[in-house]
């Protein structure tokens, strides 16, 4: 529904395609039969459907139990839960036992990060804030996030400095070059 949305028809196809392969041929989404068939997986929540519309991130929230988030993903959380097929089981020890081991699988997906994350942050908060944000970013705007200001990095070349005028002085660095060049032996 996500990249619906986000006008994004061929990924909406996947999706659908997916669920479809995994519901029937993976014993209902039990097996991902659909990796094994190339069928590319596109996850968007309504996070990114907002981000994608323009709507500003906001603040950075750390969420007890749920983890790093921003204000406008955290306003969208009630809508993917609302959205989200095992929310509707009515079984509720069927429901349950799907939401944890959804919960053990995720965090299964985190044992990595948090490893490396112990070993290579100084500061574990802003490491994890900002790797947070820029995925985020990055993942929203499909790998070609724009500019903080809105300029398009790639699109504006800066004009290449004028070198000092002292630079070009003969004799200021004994050779009678440029600072900036030396003399071959």
């Not at 799907?98 to 290579?120: F, G």
């Not at 070609?144 to 004799?171: H, I, R, W, Y």
Request: no cysteine.
């Amino acid at each position: 529904v996500n990249n619906a949305l986000q006008f994004k028809g061929q990924t909406a196809i996947d999706s659908l395609r997916r669920f479809g392969v995994n519901t029937f041929m993976g014993w209902f989404g039990i097996f991902d039969v659909a990796t094994e068939m190339d069928i590319e997986k596109h996850t968007k929540d309504f996070g990114h459907t907002l981000g994608y519309w323009g709507v500003a991130t906001g603040p950075y929230l750390v969420l007890p139990l749920l983890g790093p988030s921003t204000v406008r993903d955290t306003v969208a959380l009630p809508v993917d839960w609302k959205g989200d097929i095992v929310s509707s089981v009515e079984h509720i020890p069927t429901r349950n036992t799907a939401t944890v081991l959804r919960a053990v699988d995720n965090r299964s997906d985190l044992l990595k990060a948090s490893t490396m994350l112990e070993e290579a942050a100084l500061d574990k908060y802003t490491f994890t804030r900002d790797a947070y944000l820029q995925r985020r970013r990055s993942v929203i705007f499909e790998g070609n996030p724009p500019d903080e200001d809105g300029v398009d990095k790639l699109s504006v070349q800066p004009d290449p400095a004028p070198a000092p005028a002292d630079a070009l002085t003969p004799g200021n660095n004994n050779s009678g070059l440029p600072l900036n060049q030396k003399a071959i032996p």
